[in-house]
T-cell receptor
Framework: KAGVTQTPRYLIKTRGQQVTLSCSPISGHRSVSWYQQTPGQGLQFLFEYFSETQRNKGNFPGRFSGRQFSNSRSEMNVSTLELGDSALYLC????????????FGPGTRLTVT | KQEVTQIPAALSVPEGENLVLNCSFTDSAIYNLQWFRQDPGKGLTSLLLIQSSQREQTSGRLNASLDKSSGRSTLYIAASQPGDSATYLCAVSTGANSKLTFGKGITLSVRP
C-alpha cells in the first residue's frame, strides 16, 4: 500500500509570489491535514479537509488556503509569499475518525528568497 | 489550549543504553497520543499510537506508556543503536477532526 506522497519535494520562490503544494493520501483515507514545520515554532497545524470540506483550521493568515478533490487529493496554496513562509510543509492522511492514526508524507521544503 | 512539552531538547547516549523519552501535555481530554520519528530533512514516521483508553503499546524495542490523568507519556527504547539517532516527537489529538498538537521534539544521538 503506497504511503502519503507530496509534490514537489523542493521549491524556491521569491517574495510576493504564490505557490501550490500537492498531497496524495493513502488509498481509502478521506482526511488530509497540513502542517508547517519551522525551527523556531516546530510543527503547527494549518488545516484539515475531509470529503472535500474544511473541518478544522489553525491560526494562520488567510494567505494560506487549501482544497480537497473528490479523490481525496489535497492542495495547499500560499499567496503573497513572505520570507517567514520558508518551512517544511507536511501533510498527513487518515481515515478521518477522531481516534485514527495519522500518516505523514515526506514534506515539501519551501524556500522564499 | 493544549500544550505539549518534551524535555530535554537533546540527548546523547552510548550505544546499548536503555533510555526513556518524556512527553507531557496540559489537557488530559485527549483522543490519542502518537510518537513519531523524524530524520533530518525528512517527514514523520509513526512509531506508536496509544488510544486514550490504553495504558501502553509496544513495537519491537519500543514501548510507549500513557498516564492521561497526570498528562504524561514516556517512550522507552531498549538497547539503543546508532540507527536510532533522530528526533522523536510526541503529538496528542485533543479536539475532534484529526488535529494534532506537537511537542518540539527530542533530538537523540546514539554514540557507537
Amino acid at each position: 500500500k503506497a504511503g502519503v506522497t507530496q509534490t514537489p519535494r523542493y521549491l524556491i520562490k521569491t517574495r510576493g509570489q504564490q505557490v501550490t503544494l500537492s498531497c496524495s493520501p493513502i488509498s481509502g483515507h478521506r482526511s488530509v491535514s497540513w502542517y508547517q514545520q519551522t525551527p523556531g515554532q516546530g510543527l503547527q497545524f494549518l488545516f484539515e479537509y475531509f470529503s472535500e470540506t474544511q473541518r478544522n483550521k489553525g491560526n494562520f493568515p488567510g494567505r494560506f488556503s487549501g482544497r480537497q478533490f473528490s479523490n481525496s487529493r489535497s492542495e495547499m496554496n500560499v499567496s503573497t509569499l513572505e520570507l517567514g513562509d520558508s518551512a517544511l510543509y507536511l501533510c498527513a492522511s487518515s481515515r478521518g475518525g477522531d481516534f485514527d492514526e495519522q500518516y505523514f508524507g515526506p514534506g515539501t521544503r519551501l524556500t522564499v528568497t | 489550549k493544549q500544550e505539549v512539552t518534551q524535555i530535554p531538547a537533546a540527548l546523547s547516549v552510548p550505544e546499548g543504553e536503555n533510555l526513556v523519552l518524556n512527553c507531557s501535555f496540559t489537557d488530559s481530554a485527549i483522543y490519542n497520543l502518537q510518537w513519531f520519528r523524524q530524520d533530518p530533512g525528512k517527514g514523520l514516521t509513526s512509531l506508536l499510537l496509544i488510544q486514550s483508553s490504553q495504558r501502553e503499546q509496544t513495537s519491537g524495542r519500543l514501548n510507549a506508556s500513557l498516564d492521561k490523568s497526570s498528562g504524561r507519556s514516556t517512550l522507552y527504547i531498549a538497547a539503543s543503536q546508532p540507527g536510532d539517532s533522530a528526533t522523536y516527537l510526541c503529538a496528542v489529538s485533543t479536539g475532534a477532526n484529526s488535529k494534532l498538537t506537537f511537542g518540539k521534539g527530542i533530538t537523540l544521538s546514539v554514540r557507537p
